[in-house]
């Protein structure tokens, strides 16, 4: 068992975001998670990541504030404890569209070279 404290968590910058600040809370070190890492991300108003794809799935889950999600000429708003699944594959741009900082969990699998 792993216990993290947040005061502890490590920034890291995802390619291809702007405007936001990232933590991992879980993942890549000894003793911690096996199959995924988990991050905690803060996107300023404006802030967004893609248009891009990954080769592994990912899940987020909106915590405070919303994010618009645009996919296959789509377009939702995320609010707060609203989640979704992306998978693999998938390209997808998000972007803070509100005047207010959006806090979202980002889980993702590890990448097949990092086993």
């Not at 995320?78 to 980002?106: F, W, Y």
Request: charged share 25%; aromatic share 8%; net charge negative.
């Amino acid at each position: 068992m792993l216990i993290k404290r947040f005061e502890d968590a490590e920034p890291y910058e995802a390619p291809n975001h702007w405007g936001v600040s990232g933590l991992r809370l879980q993942g890549f070190e000894e003793g911690g998670p096996t199959k995924q890492w988990i991050g905690y991300s803060q996107f300023l108003p404006g802030g967004g990541a893609g248009p891009d794809a990954t080769p592994v799935e990912k899940l987020y889950v909106v915590l405070e504030g919303e994010m618009t999600l645009e996919w296959d000429g789509r377009t939702e708003v995320l609010r707060a404890m609203d989640s979704c699944t992306i998978p693999a594959g998938q390209t997808r741009r998000i972007e803070n569209k509100s005047n207010h900082v959006c806090k979202m969990l980002v889980v993702i699998p590890y990448p097949p070279e990092a086993k």
